[in-house]
């Protein structure tokens, strides 16, 4: 095909004529090796691709070290065996391969997400007999201490289509999907979802609010799943000289709170300042949120460093 020298190209025709210039590949993990992510390749047989038979974990990585990994890695046991997937490898084989790959990849602040599935057999509902599971992880950098969000965030409010097990951290997230691309759409950061009105969780975060000095946040269920940050909150609020309740709130509370802030392996803490077209107090991060995220970050670096 002969592609005539014109400025009139249509711009992806005037893209083909640029010279290719060198990538830089990340370095990827699956079923046991090393390789480039143009080399990481799953089947299309595999079940978490046809039917989202697999589960996930993302820990998040601060000054180059893993953080809290070894508290996702219990919860990606438990996920596995609420599925009865068996364990491809043991714990501490999996932890040092994230490490491994934070470490090849150079990256200082990130994450590393590391997903496992019930492998590739023939499309079929039912469980296959003497299928190995697939597992592969990636590391990607993020900002983190210096996340250009810390200043407040807005949440847009969408009802809670999910499944009955939320406890479980499947693969199958299109009910997430579709209220993360909601409040895109609405110009927001998060989705709040709710239950009747009833707050469940953020899209990928656990939502807390604070009154009168004291923070709530709803308590563990198989509504909500439980996150590794939420726990870590809990344990640092002594440190923040926050007192905590955990207690269900409504959207209508939310809306009406002193402070409402979120919580995600990759997100720390997150002040929300409006809620959909709804101030939260006086539209900045509130003193509780700014004192847990101040002591969740200082752990962090003791952890790290």
Not at 11 to 24: E, H, M, Q
Not at 133 to 162: C, E, M, Y
Not at 277 to 283: I, L, Q, Y
Request: charged letters at 20%; a negative charge; aromatic letters at 6%.
């Amino acid at each position: 095909m002969v592609i005539p020298h014109s400025s009139s190209h249509p711009r992806a025709v005037r893209d083909l004529l640029k010279p290719t210039l060198p990538v830089s590949l990340r370095t990827c993990w699956i079923n046991g090796s090393y390789v480039s992510e143009a080399d990481a390749h799953v089947s299309i047989f595999d079940r978490s691709v046809l039917f989202g038979d697999g589960v996930y974990e993302v820990a998040a990585v601060f000054n180059g070290r893993l953080l809290d990994a070894d508290r996702h890695l219990v919860r990606l046991e438990r996920s596995m065996r609420e599925i009865a997937l068996p364990a491809p490898a043991s714990s501490a084989e999996l932890e040092a391969v994230m490490q491994e790959l934070a470490t090849r990849n150079g990256i200082t602040e990130g994450l590393v997400y590391l997903q496992v599935t019930r492998g590739a057999a023939e499309r079929d509902f039912a469980f296959p007999d003497h299928v190995q599971p697939t597992v592969f992880a990636f590391a990607r950098p993020k900002k983190l201490s210096d996340d250009p969000n810390q200043h407040g965030i807005r949440v847009h409010v969408v009802p809670d289509i999910r499944w009955q097990r939320c406890d479980i951290k499947s693969t199958a997230m299109l009910a997430q999907v579709l209220a993360k691309q909601a409040a895109r759409q609405a110009g927001a950061f998060e989705a709040m979802m709710h239950e009747d009105g009833l707050v469940t969780e953020g899209g990928s975060s656990n939502l807390w609010i604070v009154r009168d000095g004291i923070a709530y946040t709803r308590p563990l269920s198989r509504d909500i799943l439980a996150g590794i940050t939420r726990h870590v909150c809990l344990d640092v609020a002594d440190e923040a000289q926050v007192s905590v309740v955990q207690r269900a709130f409504t959207v209508e509370q939310a809306i009406n709170a002193d402070e409402c802030f979120i919580t995600s392996a990759t997100s720390f803490v997150l002040p929300v300042t409006r809620i959909d077209e709804h101030v939260v107090g006086n539209g900045a991060p509130g003193p509780v949120t700014l004192r847990m995220r101040d002591a969740y970050l200082a752990r962090a670096h003791r952890l790290t460093t």
